[in-house]
């Protein structure tokens, strides 16, 4: 069972103190986000090394334990890979006197990684005359005996690249280096919530822009949009009764040692009142100093990009 990290330690909370060795064994289907972990754990302190052929592990954690925690990143590309032998080594690593071993496993949805593909336009590592899809069904066939040996598995699907890196922070980073990133997403109920929220609000009973022409084609980034939206007599209270609430979470949150905050507006059709809330508590959480980023789903789709605007560390 796939530990919940809501409830588990991170590996910093729990370092060996008995002269053991740390190392994290990053895998996952390609374009699932191995690479941005392996740099994430390289960026808290990690001794860093991708695809190192499988026959070479015996020798590399010969000696003493090194001053520094490992992570490999391991895939379908490395020139020794195949299950069983991946298999052997994470049984050899797990039951070594002088390791402390954690399987990372980054995993993401069929369609999500095809979509990724097609962005990207790159050739799958185990179809380079096929299409992408048929790669990426091999590669979870073969990868679905050591994702079920995960001790941790952060699903990727729907996460944009900062989601990512904090979802990894989650784990691995110590907690004096722990910062906490919020994320606001604006969405449509009729689309379903986004993956991962932890807080959701509804904001469908404030007055719809789309009822008015002039606004209908306009979003909820757009002044006059924002002003109608204001404008709702329940508004005020709304908003400030919601700040009251939420912005005395944060140091809480932060304090138990999570390191993102995922919160939804949603309203009907996505495009005015939860982009016009969103924006405005945007606006307040960075007057507040944190770090926040914002996703507006619809907006994006509409747009044709399937990506998040790109993430500052302040909302402008």
């Not at 020798?59 to 490395?78: H, I």
């Not at 110590?174 to 932890?198: I, M, N, Q």
């Not at 770090?291 to 990009?305: D, I, M, N, P, Y």
């Amino acid at each position: 069972m796939i530990p919940d990290p809501a409830l588990a330690p991170t590996q910093s909370d729990i370092p060996p103190e008995d002269g053991r060795q740390s190392l994290v064994l990053v895998t996952g289907p390609s374009g699932a986000g191995r690479s941005t972990a392996i740099n994430v754990l390289e960026d808290l302190g990690h001794e860093v090394i991708d695809n190192l052929p499988l026959s070479l592990l015996p020798r590399l954690l010969d000696g003493p334990p090194l001053s520094q925690p490992l992570a490999l990143g391991l895939d379908v590309r490395n020139r020794d890979f195949t299950t069983d032998a991946l298999i052997d080594a994470i049984d050899r690593l797990a039951s070594a006197p002088g390791v402390a071993l954690q399987v990372l496993y980054l995993d993401c949805d069929e369609d999500e990684l095809v979509r990724r593909y097609s962005e990207t336009r790159r050739r799958h590592p185990l179809a380079p005359a096929d299409s992408p899809a048929a790669g990426i069904a091999r590669e979870r066939d073969l990868l679905g005996p050591v994702r079920a040996r995960a001790d941790i598995l952060v699903d990727t699907t729907g996460l944009s690249p900062h989601e990512g890196r904090a979802e990894i922070e989650r784990w691995f980073a110590p907690p004096e280096g722990r910062t906490l990133a919020v994320t606001l997403h604006s969405f449509s109920y009729k689309r379903g919530l986004p993956r991962g929220l932890d807080l959701v609000i509804d904001c469908r009973f404030l007055r719809n822009p789309h009822w008015e022409p002039a606004l209908r084609p306009l979003d909820g980034r757009d002044d006059a949009v924002d002003a109608h939206v204001a404008g709702d007599p329940r508004f005020d209270g709304f908003f400030t009764s919601m700040c009251d609430f939420l912005v005395p979470l944060l140091p809480a949150y932060h304090a138990e040692g999570k390191t993102h905050l995922a919160i939804g507006f949603g309203c009907t059709g996505g495009q005015h009142r939860s982009v016009a809330v969103t924006e405005r508590f945007a606006k307040t959480l960075a007057e507040e100093g944190w770090q926040v980023s914002k996703r507006h789903r619809e907006l994006e789709r509409r747009a044709g990009t399937g990506s998040p605007p790109a993430v500052r560390g302040q909302v402008a």
